[in-house]
């Protein structure tokens, strides 16, 4: 709990920033604009996926057991080596995705913008990786926070100078990230070195990361494939209108696991460290339920609220499609958020990564069959409903083999407290009258929050007491 609190402000604010920015964008740029910018967001993913992610996982995992400075050095001295290998490799592939993937016809000046917004996303989110694995707090949170924060800023400043276009906006967050990585890197234990390969220190990494690199890919089509298959089939246009509904379910669950996830990879690492794999179960219940008490609130919220939200924050052209994927995609992003946190952790852990790759498999598997299905069957919204029957595939064989192989399980005493809160919020937001206004909804979240924490508190009322008690100690001493 404590490391979770460290890391919440960053696991906050970088989030709802995208989130904001998401809506925002809805009353600037038109549907083709906003379907090009969402095309260029799941490129750069793809990107960084194919050619930093192996290393990323790796020093993640391995770089905080490095002691002795010579160890230190040669990471670091590898760190340049790969940075300039994989910013190579991502600049090719970009700008061939954008020439020949993207539905519109892509000038200098967009492929410039694209190639500046991958290469400052995709190293800023390593090095927030790599500050995270040795607990550096401040230089995570910088990463975190500075490039979606100031971006959103730079963005609405330049949409008052410049034309509202996808090159403006994908110029005004690469300029925010490199500004968040040159605040960032100065607080870590990382220095520039000449770029070295190291033979040993490439073989480890490669042969832990390698299986995770066809796992990511496989990963990133379970959440973007929808956007090229809309693109294939309706044109660029309707991945605008797909993008905001889709892509703040996916935020939304996402944000809301991050609450209580950003810290339990680390913490599950040291408890296997010190009392072995089979005693550290406990732990991995422990962080199921923590995320499912975020989780399982959150889609029930947004099914209750969602016409709500869309009419109070949602520019007009897009509410109609947006109220009906919403829901959709925040029950899928839920689904998956805690196949990759809970189960599939599992398999991380227990250094058991081709387990992941399988599981990757069937999830890309289901996607594209169930997006394809739903898109001939119903159009966009037949598309993210097939997407939600996918994710709901998926997680269940994910937690059947994790249960099976490892033991892995979750508290059903946990479970009946969170069905009982939640029934208990969702209760006071049915008979709470739709709100029309920001005013409003906020009121009505506010006060399905209260109910859910009230309910939550009576139902777990031992570490109410220990945190108030350990709380108002604090506040004596101070």
């Not at 160890?71 to 290998?85: C, F, H, K, P, T």
């Not at 660029?236 to 696991?257: D, E, H, I, N, P």
């Not at 990879?265 to 962080?287: C, D, K, S, W, Y």
């Not at 859910?452 to 009322?461: R, S, T």
Request: hydrophobic share 60%; aromatic share 10%.
């Amino acid at each position: 709990m404590r490391q979770t609190i460290l890391y919440l402000p960053a696991q906050i604010v970088g989030p709802l920033a995208q989130m904001a920015a998401m809506i925002v964008w809805t009353y600037y740029l038109a549907p083709e604009a906003l379907g090009a910018y969402a095309i260029v967001w799941a490129i750069q993913e793809l990107a960084g996926l194919t050619a930093l992610f192996w290393w990323s996982a790796y020093v993640l995992r391995y770089v905080a057991g490095l002691r002795a400075p010579e160890e230190r050095n040669r990471l670091d001295a590898m760190e340049s080596a790969v940075q300039i290998g994989a910013a190579l490799v991502q600049a090719a592939f970009a700008a061939a995705a954008v020439r020949f993937v993207v539905d519109i016809e892509p000038s200098v000046h967009f492929i410039a913008a694209t190639l500046a917004f991958t290469l400052t996303r995709n190293l800023a989110s390593h090095f927030a990786d790599r500050a995270r694995a040795h607990a550096e707090i401040a230089a995570f949170s910088v990463n975190q926070i500075a490039g979606s924060l100031l971006g959103l800023g730079l963005g609405l400043a330049a949409f008052a100078v410049f034309p509202a276009t996808p090159e403006t906006l994908l110029w005004a967050y690469a300029a925010a990230q490199a500004a968040a990585l040159a605040a960032a890197l100065p607080l870590m234990r990382w220095r520039l070195r000449a770029p070295a390969i190291d033979r040993a220190l490439l073989a480890g990494a490669w042969r832990y990361g390698a299986p995770l690199v066809v796992a990511s890919l496989l990963f990133w089509i379970g959440s973007q494939s929808i956007r090229f298959i809309v693109q294939y089939e309706e044109g660029v246009a309707a991945v605008g209108y797909l993008t905001v509904g889709w892509w703040l379910g996916l935020r939304l669950t996402t944000f809301a696991a991050l609450l209580v996830s950003g810290a339990s990879f680390t913490v599950a690492v040291r408890r296997i460290a010190e009392v072995g794999h089979r005693a550290a179960l406990p732990q991995f219940a422990m962080n199921g339920a923590l995320l499912l008490a975020v989780l399982v609130p959150s889609v029930a919220g947004v099914i209750l609220l969602g016409g709500s939200m869309v009419e109070a924050l949602v520019a007009a052209p897009y509410r109609a499609m947006t109220g009906m994927v919403l829901p959709l995609a925040v029950a899928a992003g839920a689904l998956r958020v805690f196949k990759n946190h809970g189960s599939d952790q599992c398999f991380l852990l227990f250094e058991r990564t081709t387990l992941n790759v399988w599981s990757t498999v069937l999830e890309a598997l289901a996607t594209v069959a169930g997006c394809w299905i739903g898109l001939k069957l119903g159009g966009v919204h037949g598309a993210a409903l097939g997407c939600l029957v996918a994710a709901c595939v998926a997680g269940a064989a994910s937690f059947a083999v994790a249960n099976r192989l490892f033991g892995y399980y979750l508290d059903g005493r946990d479970l009946a407290r969170i069905a009982g809160a939640t029934a208990a919020m969702s209760a006071v937001l049915a008979l709470l009258p739709p709100a029309h206004s920001l005013g409003g909804l906020l009121v009505e979240i506010a006060a399905g929050a209260a109910v859910y924490g009230a309910a939550m508190a009576a139902l777990y009322p031992d570490p109410v007491r220990r945190i108030a008690g350990r709380a108002g100690l604090l506040l004596a001493r101070r």
